[in-house]
Each structure stands twice: as C-alpha cells, then as structure tokens.
C-alpha cells in the first residue's frame, strides 16, 4: 500500500489571541510531537490524543488544566475524539480529572456507548484509574470571583455576550494509512450553568469525521450545535476543495450568529482553518514545514 503524507493541524480556540507567546509555545510543542508520532508511523488517533493532551496540560488555554469555571466555580469539562472510520468516544461535564480526552480515548475502545456525561463519567475514570486531580488554576478563580462580584449568583442569560474569549483546543491529523482522526477538549463558557455540555463531546457539532475529511469546531457551542458546524463543513468536503468547504461554512455560521472557527482535513491530505471571529491561534505542519498564525 502506498504510504500517505502524514499531517497535523492544532488550534487553541477562535476567540482573542490574549498572551501570544504562550499560546504560540503550547500549539508548536503539541503539532511537533504529535506530527513526530505520525512520521514514526504511529496512528493519527494517538497523535491528536497526545496533541491535546499537551494542551491541556497548558494552562492558557480553555481545556484541562486552566478550564474556565461554570456558574457554581467548578470546572466541568468536555472532550472528544472521532476517527474517519467512525469510531467516536467523547465525555461531558467531567469533573476532576487532569486529561479529559484520555478518559473520552476510553469510552470509545472500552464501552459500547459514545457519551458518557457528570458524575458517572467521573466514576468511569476512576475505574479506569484515572487518577483524581483538580484543573481548577488560580488565574480562573481570580477571573471566577471578579464576575461573581459583577453579576452576583445569578445565571447571566446572555452568557455569550461577554464572552470573547473560545479557547477550546483541538487537533486534526492524518496518518501514513490515510486514518484522518480528530480531537477537541473544551473547559466550555465562564459563568454556563452547571451541568451544561457544550458541543465539544456531540458528535458531527464541534467534533467530526467521516470518509471526507474531519472537523474541529470552535466557539459559541449552542451555536455551533443548532448549525452542525463541522458535520456541515465535512459534507462539503464531498464536492468542495477543503478551502471553499470552510470558507462556505464560516459564511453560512456568520449570517446564522455563530461565532466560530474551524480546523480540518479533507481526504486528500488538504489542510485547512477558517475562522468567523477576530482571531483564531492555530499551528499545523505538512511535509515537515510547520506554520503558526500569525501575531
Ligand atoms: N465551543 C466551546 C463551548 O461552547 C467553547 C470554545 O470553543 O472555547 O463549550
């Protein structure tokens, strides 16, 4: 069989690119090593897992370590893979764990199920062994208590209105076989209800692939769920050159309010990102060339 080009593509969500550098750091370490595990001949479903697995691990962006903090000042998190032979596994509102794609990695081989959700999934985690741990960090309680002190305990209705910042992670890669596998994690919206699961963990929303291509989506989730921003995109993978399949979805997700960026890769190996939001930090290498967004 004749070998693919491998290839990987990471963002760190489509809102503002406050701290630059760091944002820059943690997306260059996560696309180098996961494009290593590609060349090394490893499947594109462990390098995305590593990927963001690293950026979970970085506290500036939204997922993992450093998720933003719900309404009760708890991170509750959501995180999913899915591979174009549509294997998925994802998990929502999971409290307590450090690497919450590791845990969604677990659904999908060790269960039948592809959501698992709260507390229960919690509870899967730890029968995997997932070891406890609190992604909580100073910095988001800081911004918690300064919110909690604007707009008192109430739920804020218009939560994506001050919401600028979409700093969900995720990666797309394809290997030397032609697997094209994705994977998001996202510490959701500051101040959401607890209990809210955002489009990260739903599948053909802000997580998808199929024979295609595959999507990760970024932005305001109950947006990008009413639209099936990366099912959408994907499908237009069919006819449309990777460009035009995401350049036509950013137009539709703008006249529909869905404030959004996307990554993905189509079945040829194209690589691509868009975004309808002022900025989106992204870093993908092919053909060992890497390229960074621009700041
Ligand atoms: N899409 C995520 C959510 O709404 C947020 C983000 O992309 O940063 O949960």
Known sequence: MKKRTCAIICHGGAGGISFPQRRANGLTKATSIGYGMLTQGRSSLDAVQRAIEILEDTSIFNAGTGSSLNLAGVAEMDAALMTSDMRFGGVGAITDVRNPIAVARFVMERTDHLLLCGDQALRFARLMNVPRYNPATKEKKRIWRRQKKARGNRYFKKVKNFVTHYGTVGAVAVDTRGLISIATSSGGITFRLPGRVGDTPLIGTGTYADRHGGVSATGHGEQIMRHMIAFRAVSLMQRLSARAAAQKTM?????????????????????????????????????????????
Not at 273 to 279: E, F, I, V
């Open 251 to 295: 137009s539709y997700a703008k006249r529909h309010q869905c404030a959004c960026g996307l990554i993905g890769i189509d079945k040829r190996g194209a690589v691509v990102w868009a975004h309808n939001t002022k900025a989106m930090s992204w870093c993908f290498i092919k053909k060992g060339t890497l390229r960074l967004f621009k700041y």
